[in-house]
């Protein structure tokens, strides 16, 4: 199963966990699978925190390359962009546990969520540009949490900053050891959410989440046109795809 989720004793915390066996790239199959279990847990009425992440040494390498052909992203990319809006729709608060590298789609599902914890050893970053693209849910999160001049190195280069940076960017709320961050999170939740009213929880996490809410289901919209009716017609775009494929350098024509 390429997603499991568990739950504390009170079934007061969700725990997802996603698996690929190359660096938890983040499939089609995959995105359907976390989008179930985010329903089934919805009707949870105690339900006070849901958190993501992915298996083993990293959270994820970015969305499946093969899975971005022309052939298959017009059906891949909205089904994406349905999970950060139900990542945006959880009835309850989110977070992403991250350890290594969160990158392309990766880093997009953890800034769909309301908190980031991570280890010191965490990369971030949106190398996209680098295939010929761009990170169509990318570039409207990140601006939206931390801020266009912020935001547009990393769109615009391709380049990762470490987890250090992201936190002085306000993007980061648990910075701890690989080690102690699982614990550090049971930490967390136990001083700020365990003794607190899941009803309330909810309402709070859905009223602090509104304007950005508002603004994704506005911008997303018109962020996956411009990608796929738009960019995706272009030569340079589907030679960046096709180069990362063939491993190859890819042959610019800038159109």
């Known amino acids: ?16 966990k996603f698996f690929h066996p ?5 499939t089609d199959e ?4 976390l989008r179930a279990g985010l329903e089934s847990v919805a009707g949870n009425p105690h339900l006070k925190l849901v958190t993501i992440e ?26 994406m962009h349905a999970l950060v809006e139900d990542l945006l729709d959880v009835p309850a608060v989110t977070a992403a546990i991250v350890r290594g590298r969160c990158l392309g789609g990766g880093f997009e599902l953890a800034l769909a969520c309301d908190l980031i914890f991570c280890s010191p050893d965490a990369t971030f970053g949106l190398p996209e540009i680098r295939l010929g693209v761009f990170p169509p849910a990318g570039s409207v999160l990140l601006p939206l949490r931390v801020g266009t001049a912020r935001s ?8 990762s900053s ?3 940076a992201w ?8 910075l701890a050891d690989a080690r102690d961050l699982d614990a550090a999170v049971e930490r967390w939740f136990d001083r700020h959410l365990a003794g607190k009213s899941a009803v309330a929880l909810r309402h709070a996490a859905a009223a602090a989440r509104a304007a950005l809410r ?42």
């Open 1 to 16: 199963m390429p997603v499991t989720v568990s739950f504390n004793t009170d079934r007061s915390r969700a725990a997802f």
């Open 22 to 26: 190359t660096g938890n790239i983040i």
């Open 30 to 33: 995959m995105v359907r699978a």
């Open 54 to 79: 992915g298996a083993g040494n990293d959270f994820s390498f970015g969305a499946s390359i093969p899975e971005h052909v022309p052939e298959q992203i017009a059906a891949v990319l909205p089904e």
């Open 152 to 159: 547009m190195p990393a769109i615009l280069t391709g380049e």
């Open 162 to 164: 470490p987890a250090d």
């Open 167 to 174: 936190r002085s960017a306000g993007l980061v709320e648990v």
């Open 214 to 255: 508002s603004q994704v289901a506005t911008l997303l919209p018109d962020a996956e046109r411009l990608y796929l009716q738009e960019l995706m017609q272009t030569h340079d775009a589907r030679e960046g795809i096709a180069a990362f494929l063939q491993k190859r350098t890819p042959a610019w024509q800038d159109r």
